[in-house]
């Protein structure tokens, strides 16, 4: 299901009138993790004016080391679904067990799965159950062939809205903090009809490299971005904040992006 051979055209998922796939870009921005009510609505409105059509956060943090900040939690989602209400934004955020699935969808318009859980199976026969739309992001150690074949676990069973993440994987590379696989734009989109989105900010893991790897992306034929952006990132985000761009590069970036492609 999720192959060209068996579906030529492109498939567009159309969330309340933002389409994504095709040739519209769309671009997700926010921080790392929901905080406070006061930051998500702050970071909200500047993806808003800087032209995103997206508010990231995530409420359920899948950290590396159990003492990190796991997340807010449920009250998280609902500080996110007001900012996005507020300011005209669509959300996005990450489920990571199959037992939250139906309450992130109640707040979130699209559900993120992590690197960590691509093949958590449980986890994506339970989103194909649902119709929410859903970005599937590349396992760190996985093949074209493991992620689309995860992709495919959502769409057999019965959710056709499914869209693929690169966001870098391991190399013996440590300067970055994955590996960008940006061949992997075109050749997913070549073996499979499904939006490609691309997360440099997780692929990077470094600020100073996150403008040109997006603007590489879109050249590359992404059809969206997903990246961190934080109002503190070096002081106080709770997470990712030397990749997290400051609201003026994210804006900047916006504008630069406007001329390779129109926004959704
Ligand atoms: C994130 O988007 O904040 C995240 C944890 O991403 P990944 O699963 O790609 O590491
Ligand atoms: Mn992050």
Same mark, same amino acid.
């Given at each position: 299901l999720a192959s060209r051979d068996f579906h030529p055209d492109d498939t567009i998922i159309d969330i309340k009138g933002v389409r994504? =796939? =095709?040739?519209n870009l769309v671009v997700m921005g926010g921080p790392c993790a929901v905080e406070t009510p006061e930051q998500i609505d702050e970071i909200a409105r500047l993806v808003k004016a800087a032209g995103g059509q997206v508010l990231r956060g995530g409420a359920f943090k899948p950290r590396? =080391?159990?003492?990190?900040?796991?997340g807010i939690g449920v009250e998280g989602l609902k500080w996110m679904k007001d900012a996005g209400e507020k300011y005209g934004l669509l959300t996005i955020t990450e489920v990571m067990t199959p037992e939250y699935v139906d309450v992130c969808a109640e707040y979130a318009d699209i559900l993120q799965i992590g690197t960590r859980n691509m093949q958590n199976f449980d986890l994506l026969r339970k989103l194909g159950t649902i119709r929410t739309p859903v970005l599937l992001k590349r396992g760190m150690s996985a093949t074209y062939d493991e992620w689309l074949n995860a992709a495919e676990y959502i769409l057999a069973g019965g959710n056709p809205n499914v869209m693929l993440c690169e966001r870098g994987i391991r190399t013996f590379? /440590?300067? /970055?903090r994955n590996t960008f696989d940006l061949a992997a734009v075109p050749a997913v989109q070549q073996l499979s009809h499904l939006p490609v989105i691309a997360d440099p900010s997780h692929a990077t893991g470094r600020r100073e490299l996150v403008e040109s790897m997006a603007k590489a992306s879109v050249a590359a034929g992404a059809n969206g971005l997903i990246i961190e952006m934080h109002t503190d990132p070096d002081n106080?985000? /709770? =997470?990712?904040g030397v990749q997290s761009l400051f609201p003026d590069q994210f804006a900047r970036l916006l504008k630069e992006l406007e001329q390779l492609a129109p926004l959704c």
């Open positions: 994504i =796939g =095709g040739d590396t =080391g159990p003492y990190s900040f796991q590379e /440590t300067y /970055t106080s985000a /709770t =997470g990712d």
